[in-house]
C-alpha cells in the first residue's frame, strides 16, 4: 500500500513538473520560475528513488523512503501556495518544518540502528545534528534562490519566517527523540529487558 502512495507521489510530482513548464507563466505564484521549479519536481522522483539504490531492501529502507517521499511532497504543495495556510489550526510552513525532520530522525534511525546495528544513541546523536545543520543550511538555500533568482518569499536571512522555520526544525528533532527513546524503552519492557 505505500509502494503505490509513493509511486502516486512521483507521478503527481511528474505531471506537476510537465504542468508548471505548460501553464502561462502569469497563472502561476508570482514567486515561480517554471523551469527551475518542474526542475526541482523531476529531481525530487529522483530523490525518492536515491535510498532503493543505496541500501538493501528491508522495511526500514521502504519506511525512510516514504518519509523522504512524504517531505518532499510536502514541500511542493507548499510551494503551490499551502505556506499561508493551516494544518489543525497550525501554520502548514510550521507543520512541515516540524514533520519532516521528526519523520526523517525516526525512519533513518531506524534504518541504520536496525538494518546496520548501529548503537541508537550514538546514531541519534550525529542524526540530530546532521538534520539540524541540514535545516539551517536549507534556510541559507532558500535566501539564495530568492536572492539569485526571486523564487519564494523569503527576502531575508534569519528573519522571522528562518527563526521559526529553525524552531520547527529542532521541536520536530527534539519531538522524535523522545519518540525513539519511548519505542525503544516500551519494546526493552515487551522483551523483559531492563
Excluded at 546514531?123 to 539569485?148: C, D, K, N, Q, S
Aim: no cysteine.
Amino acid at each position: 500500500m505505500r509502494f503505490l502512495l509513493r509511486v502516486l507521489i512521483q507521478v503527481g510530482l511528474i505531471i506537476g513538473g510537465f504542468a508548471i513548464l505548460s501553464i502561462d507563466p502569469s497563472r502561476l505564484p508570482w514567486y515561480y520560475r517554471p523551469k527551475l521549479m518542474a526542475s526541482l519536481a523531476f529531481f525530487f522522483v529522483l530523490i525518492i528513488e536515491l535510498p532503493s539504490k543505496i541500501f538493501s531492501p528491508s522495511p526500514e529502507r521502504d519506511k525512510f523512503q516514504d518519509a523522504i517521499a512524504f517531505s518532499l511532497a510536502a514541500s511542493s504543495v507548499g510551494t503551490l501556495g499551502a505556506w499561508s495556510k493551516s494544518v489543525w489550526f497550525v501554520p502548514y510552513d510550521i507543520f512541515v518544518h516540524f514533520i519532516i525532520p521528526f519523520l526523517m530522525f525516526v525512519s533513518a534511525l531506524n534504518l541504520f540502528s536496525t538494518v546496520y546495528a548501529w548503537p541508537k544513541k550514538k546514531t541519534g546523536v550525529i542524526l540530530f545534528v546532521v538534520i539540524a545543520v541540514i535545516g539551517i543550511i536549507w534556510e541559507y538555500i532558500e535566501y539564495w534562490l530568492y536572492a539569485r533568482y526571486g523564487v519564494g518569499y523569503f527576502g531575508k536571512l534569519f528573519d522571522w519566517d528562518s527563526i521559526t522555520d529553525i524552531a520547527a526544525n529542532t521541536a520536530g528533532l527534539l519531538a522524535g527523540a523522545a519518540f525513539a527513546a519511548y519505542r525503544t524503552k516500551i519494546a526493552k519492557i515487551i522483551q523483559g529487558r531492563p
